[in-house]
């Protein structure tokens, strides 16, 4: 699909979307409002810190002074766009519950309170009450095996100029990874509720850049939704072979990317109870080189590659089956859901929005009988269910998806599944535990293009680095207890403390180089942090270490932002990698 044809339809894309599929405008005004109407809408958009607030310690107002001279307050137009009423609207609670929720869903924004109240004449005032967060976050990657070491850094502020932009600067260098670039995403693309999202940068292997341009449903009362994305990325894929010794052997395959979607969604039903189709269009190209480009490097320089010897690229030769489709794709959903909030749970004291339901959604379609294109057959599921009972709240998620043959022989293949299952338990006040249980299952099947999983990793075995232990299915059990202090400063910021234990076991499956590396287990300490108090941004320094027999060397993990849990970004990153090119059940969440 060659660029100037893309932009031609993108354009034609965009500007029928502008057009046909707004968003179902909020109730006008009427003269027969049950409950009245909204004559006013009050909007308090407080910085990070109220400096008029008694409750702080006057003690460190030059602090707070500080903190919000550095900060930029988050303009009231922006919040005022996510808002789904107006001046003369119908007072409706649950639009106001639900603007809310769209307001919480910014990780600027640390509290959020919209409520009204009835005036003398019938109608409503509308406050909203908000407060803003530490935007700009400092994510500093370090390591501990053998000495500290450093890993990247990545600089992000997520209210660039209170506008509800974000702009991230990065650089990782971590194994085979050594990335740097910029990201560049807005909300409201040109004051709309069109959203965009960009990234551009370079790899070991090239370059890579990312684009997309969604109108996501509005809501649960949104009706229509529409996106078009494009990815270009130039990368190693990188096997890891296992080395009794804890030696890390890599053995890298170049890898070609190219991708680009076009959809369109429809709700049907009521809020709760929604029934979804879509359409779409799905390119996507994937193509590893030639055989003698295999390339192998002991030890962590990266700069040092040799070539592979041909017992290397035997095992990894059934793995370069190169894809290249144009499908279309039909969508479709079944969303039973209603979102509760609950405080605590992944953030110190933060409020958090829940999904409590089941929804399930499907994307299937044939590729295009083109000359030279594949002839296959696409198809991938996404589950999700969540319950609650007292202290207690449960959590599944899964996602699967592969390609069937049409031709001679069919037969399924590439196929990948991953999902977790979550269980908080959160006593009322005044326990301030909280105990989180994971279990997370990965794996692969008849895969012939690049895949392979590790136990290790941030996402795993934390005390493992993410080259240990490579295989082609994983189970990994954790436990992690919460612990929120309520001092020093119970007024400005939010302190705690975690201990977890991680269990898990990796099988070789039919991923290259795979191995059966038994039960292995790895446990940690670590502070959480979240600022200002209230905040639903946690900030994590932990130290994980391996338990049992083998070297004990400790990794040092900061992270800006849950590993594990609800708010954690779903989906595993070595998952990921094999899934980045081409579609995949997200369309159905641009976002929730």
């Known amino acids: 699909m060659r660029a100037p044809v893309f932009c031609s339809a993108l354009v034609a894309f965009l500007a029928a979307a502008a057009r046909a599929q707004a968003p179902d405008p909020p109730p006008g005004p009427r ?261 003698d480009t295999l390339e192998v490097v002991h030890g962590s320089d990266f700069e040092r590659r040799v070539p592979a010897d041909r017992a290397f690229a035997r095992t990894v030769e059934r793995q370069r089956g190169e894809v290249r489709a144009l499908r279309p794709l039909l969508l479709l959903g079944k969303r039973n859901i209603a979102w509760v909030r609950r405080r605590g749970l992944d953030a110190l004291r933060g409020v958090q929005d829940v999904r409590l339901g089941a929804e399930a959604e499907l994307a299937l379609g044939p590729a295009l009988p083109f000359p030279g294109l594949d002839d296959d057959l696409f198809a991938a599921l996404s589950l999700y269910a969540g319950t609650a009972a007292g202290p207690w709240l449960g959590a599944a998620r899964a996602r699967a998806e592969g390609r069937r043959a049409l031709g001679a022989g069919p037969d399924w293949r590439d196929l990948l599944a991953d999902g977790e299952l979550l269980l908080y338990w959160k006593p009322d006040e005044p326990s301030r535990h909280t105990l989180v249980a994971r279990a997370a299952a990965a794996g692969g099947w008849h895969t012939r293009t690049p895949f392979q999983l590790t136990l290790g990793g941030d996402r795993a075995l934390r005390g493992y680095p993410p080259d240990r232990f490579p295989g082609g299915r994983r189970l990994v059990l954790s436990l992690e207890d919460r612990i929120f202090f309520g001092w020093p400063l119970p007024d400005v910021l939010d302190l705690g403390a975690t201990f977890f234990l991680d269990v898990g076991r990796i099988w070789p499956g039919d991923a290259p180089f795979g191995i059966d590396s038994g039960w292995r287990a790895t446990a940690g300490i670590g502070l959480r942090g979240a600022l200002p108090a209230g905040g639903r941004t946690t900030y994590r320094l932990d130290l994980a270490f391996p338990l049992g027999p083998g070297p004990a060397d400790a990794r040092l993990i900061l992270s800006v932002g849950e590993l594990i849990g609800l708010a954690a970004q779903p989906g595993d990153d070595q998952m990921l990698r094999s899934r980045r090119v081409g579609i995949s059940g997200d369309l159905f969440h641009f976002p929730n």
Not at 32 to 45: K, L, V
Not at 54 to 72: I, K, S, T
Not at 195 to 221: C, H, K, N, S
């Open 31 to 291: 003269a027969d409002c049950a409950t009245g109407p909204i004559s006013y809408i009050f909007i308090d958009n407080h910085s990070i810190f109220d400096a008029a607030d008694p409750e702080l310690d006057r003690r460190f107002a030059w602090a707070y002074g500080l903190a919000n001279a550095l900060h930029v307050r988050t303009r009231r137009s922006v919040i005022r766009r996510e808002l789904l009423f107006r001046e003369g609207d119908c007072y409706e609670p649950a639009l106001l519950e639900e603007s809310e929720r769209l307001l919480r869903a910014y990780d600027f924004l640390s509290r959020v309170d919209v409520f009204g109240v009835r005036q003398e004449d019938g109608s409503y005032h509308v406050v909203v009450d908000t407060q803003d967060q530490w935007s700009t976050q400092l994510d500093l990657r370090l390591r501990l095996d053998g000495g500290l070491g450093f890993e990247g850094v990545r600089l992000r502020e997520a209210n660039v100029a209170g506008a509800g932009q974000s702009l991230a600067f990065f650089y990782l260098e971590r194994d085979v990874t050594r990335d740097y670039g910029i990201a560049y995403a807005t909300p409201q693309l040109a004051r709309t509720r069109w959203d965009l999202r960009a990234a551009a940068g370079r790899t070991r292997a090239g370059t890579f850049v990312t684009q997309t341009v969604a109108y996501p449903f509005v809501g649960e009362i949104g009706r229509w939704a529409a996106r078009q994305s494009f990815a270009r990325e130039d990368r190693f894929f990188a096997y890891v072979v296992d080395d009794d010794a804890g030696r890390p052997v890599h053995v890298l395959l170049p890898v070609r990317g190219r991708a680009a979607d076009l959809a369109l969604l429809r709700r049907f039903g009521r809020p709760g109870d929604l029934t979804l189709l879509g359409v779409a269009l799905s390119y996507q190209r994937l193509a590893a080189p030639a055989s």
